[in-house]
């Protein structure tokens, strides 16, 4: 039996594994992007968060109810809710998340050229420094301590988009400063 939006819930709940790789190709993007905004890119986690996500839906597909939203609603619900608890778990066991982006650029480049370095906080702070205060403080909270740019755009009083874009510059001077040119 072929799989649609429409039974794939009650595939679901017949067992028919098929109705889970028609939910990876169907959601899969949409769940992605939710799990990546909580756990910042971190993939171990990301990978991790999304299995744990399907599996929720497997084993939990009867607690679907039809009338009070739809399938995309429900399993998105469920995605942000795991997500926010992987993002919880990595807090509360001290991980210091920074983008994978500045972590395998820069802060390994950074080292080659500084093998003495004492400590990582060292290493972020130097890694800081080539920021103004403002793109240090949103980059601090951003990638140290976890907080989203939603809420942090609410405490600043700025739009959302104000803090991506103090976010892409900042990566950018960072870039500049610690790659050469001849290596971007």
Request: proline fraction near 1%; glycine fraction near 4%; aromatic fraction near 10%.
């Amino acid at each position: 039996m072929k799989i649609t939006e429409d039974n794939v819930v009650q595939q679901m709940i017949n067992r028919n594994e098929k109705a889970i790789s028609f939910v990876i190709g169907t959601y899969g993007g949409l769940l992605s992007s939710i799990i990546k905004h909580h756990v910042h890119y971190n993939q171990q986690e990301y990978e991790e968060c999304l299995d744990d996500v399907l599996l929720a839906v497997w084993q939990h597909i009867g607690a679907f109810d039809v009338r009070k939203n739809t399938f995309k609603q429900w399993i998105a619900a469920i995605a942000k809710n795991r997500a926010i608890d992987y993002q919880r778990k990595m807090i509360r066991s001290g991980q210091k998340y920074v983008s994978a982006e500045i972590t395998d650029d820069l802060y390994n480049k950074h080292n080659e050229h500084n093998e003495q370095s004492k400590s990582p906080d060292q290493d972020i702070e130097k890694v800081l420094d080539h920021l103004s205060e403002t793109e240090r403080t949103i980059f601090e909270k951003y990638y140290l301590e976890g907080v989203s740019s939603r809420d942090m755009a609410q405490q600043m009083n700025v739009k959302e988009s104000w803090i991506y874009n103090k976010l892409s510059r900042g990566r950018k001077k960072i870039k500049q400063a610690f790659i050469p040119k001849n290596e971007v």
